[in-house]
């Protein structure tokens, strides 16, 4: 992200109205590779590709905020490895964790691991450690700590069916799990703030949040999502959910959250209503079903309907509901801006 890109983020998040809207997507290996023309495996295990089709991205959409910004990740497998579980890699597939527990007994045998060397954590660190040179060198800087939260941490060292029953079924287990991921996930982010002094935002990525309901969220979410938040003074921090959103939508100042990335199936003017209008907004077209399947008319057709269902434009940064999924044209993603600069 561009020293411009970061004050005009800043002044949109203190509720500057600035025109046109800001433009920000989410980017990461399940768009990148195949918009870059290069395999998945070659994304993530070729330091030089995985930097050029960032450099790529960037290039081409100069007025386009990507977040994080040269995203050093090994898709969902980043934290679990350092957990320990296996991970399966395929040449145009994204990597997938294998769960460690298998038994609501094994919780005890999961101890918080050191994100300085465990896991692919390292490689992640010393990714950006070898580009930060070149990445800085494009007028962008390293801004944001990065993890996946701590529900969807514990649901893929469990499976997600097995952690969701198990909230209910054994609380206090899960109490547990949650302490430990959640204490790993500070660390995690502490070591990277410490490593790369331009960070000044967190982002944490959490769509297991979206299954819970009223009580459970109370219980088992908010009292981690805000640890992990509040023991940062950021200027910056950001929650993606793209699953449903509305359970945590009216807790997000609370726990400490400024800048929201969540579902399509809900409007701005929802979001900004159960926010308070509190929180800066990130979205809101359908990302597979429009931005990837649409034409550039109904890319254009989204982004205005999206834009005509809030009368107060601040804390609005036009988005898709969700990370850039796979299949995003270049023509689609230039329909979005030229559509978000008319508004």
Not at 37 to 60: C, H, P, R
Not at 217 to 234: C, D
Request: aromatic share 10%; hydrophobic share 40%.
């Amino acid at each position: 992200m561009t020293h411009e890109q970061w004050e005009k983020l800043l002044a949109v998040i203190n509720g500057e109205l600035i025109k046109p809207l800001l433009v920000g997507f989410i980017i990461d290996s399940p768009w990148l590779p195949g918009w870059a023309g290069i395999s998945t495996i070659d994304y993530f295990s070729s330091e030089q590709m995985w930097f050029e089709a960032n450099l790529k991205a960037v290039s081409q959409f100069p007025d386009i905020m990507f977040l994080p910004g040269f995203w050093a990740e090994f898709g969902m497998c980043t934290e679990p490895s350092a957990f320990g579980s296996k991970c399966s890699w395929l040449e145009n597939e994204l990597p997938y964790p294998d769960k460690i527990i298998t038994d609501i007994s094994r919780v005890d045998s999961i101890h918080k691991p050191n994100p300085g060397t465990d896991g692919l954590l390292p490689f992640v660190l010393n990714r950006l450690k070898r580009y930060q040179n070149q990445i800085e060198k494009t007028g962008h800087a390293i801004k944001f700590a990065v993890s996946r939260g701590p529900l969807n941490i514990a649901a893929f060292l469990m499976g997600s069916t097995e952690f969701l029953t198990a909230i209910r079924t054994n609380p206090k287990e899960m109490h547990k799990l949650l302490d430990t991921v959640t204490d790993f996930i500070i660390d995690w982010l502490k070591l990277q703030a410490e490593t790369f002094p331009s960070i000044d935002g967190v982002f944490i990525l959490d769509d297991i949040v979206g299954f819970l309901g009223e009580e459970d969220f109370r219980e088992m979410a908010l009292p981690y999502l805000a640890r992990i938040f509040q023991s940062f003074e950021t200027s910056v921090k950001f929650f993606h959910n793209d699953a449903a959103g509305l359970v945590c939508a009216p807790h997000l100042s609370e726990i400490g959250v400024n800048l929201f990335n969540f579902s399509y199936q809900h409007t701005l003017a929802e979001m900004k209503k159960l926010t308070n209008n509190a929180v800066t907004l990130l979205g809101n077209i359908p990302p597979r079903d429009v931005l990837a399947a649409g034409t550039p008319e109904d890319v254009r057709n989204s982004v205005k309907a999206a834009c005509d269902s809030v009368e107060d434009k601040r804390r609005i940064i036009l988005s898709c509901g969700g990370g850039m999924p796979p299949g995003v044209s270049t023509e689609n993603i230039k329909a979005f801006l030229s559509a978000g600069r008319g508004i």
